[in-house]
């Protein structure tokens, strides 16, 4: 049977337990254009150990963010470079080391969310995932 889409998954990195989602949905710009968005949010467990980590990728140019085909509905990437699908646990995973080695830490008591920009951690991520970079290298 295949998983509900809408249920949070269980993510162990360096021995701290996240549960993670993927939302898509549209913003609407000034000119009435819409813009796909796809937002992968990690939330420390238990509650109560930090505040949700929310990774944001807006389309835009020279960028995609699919809502479906012909690219499947979580991948995310530049039309000429590096992209992941945001489905993959390994992926969340480099978008979570990369994130961590830009600062984040989630702190213990903090409940407010922080909401970092995708496409500033996206590189990095697609380099540690595919072996080419610095990223971790730790299992899931």
């Known amino acids: 049977?295949?998983?509900s889409a809408k249920k949070s998954r269980r993510l162990v990195a360096d021995g701290r337990v996240y549960m993670w989602s993927l939302r898509h949905?549209?913003?609407h710009g000034g000119s009435g254009s819409v813009g796909c968005v796809h937002t992968l949010t990690l939330n420390p467990r238990p509650a109560g150990t930090g505040g949700a980590l929310r990774i944001v990728f807006v389309a835009g140019p020279g960028r995609?963010?699919?809502g479906g085909a012909p690219f499947g509905s979580g991948d995310v990437g530049y039309v000429r470079g590096a992209s992941l699908n945001l489905h993959e646990p390994g992926a969340v995973r480099a978008l979570?080391?990369?994130a961590s080695d830009r600062g984040w830490v989630p702190g213990p008591g903090e409940t407010r969310?922080?909401?970092v920009d995708g496409w500033a951690l996206l590189e990095v991520a697609a380099a540690g995932r595919?072996?080419?970079g610095d990223g971790h290298t730790g299992g899931l």
């Open 1 to 3: 049977m295949p998983r």
């Open 25 to 27: 949905s549209h913003r």
């Open 64 to 66: 995609f963010v699919p």
């Open 96 to 98: 979570l080391d990369a």
């Open 113 to 115: 969310a922080v909401e």
């Open 130 to 132: 595919d072996g080419g």
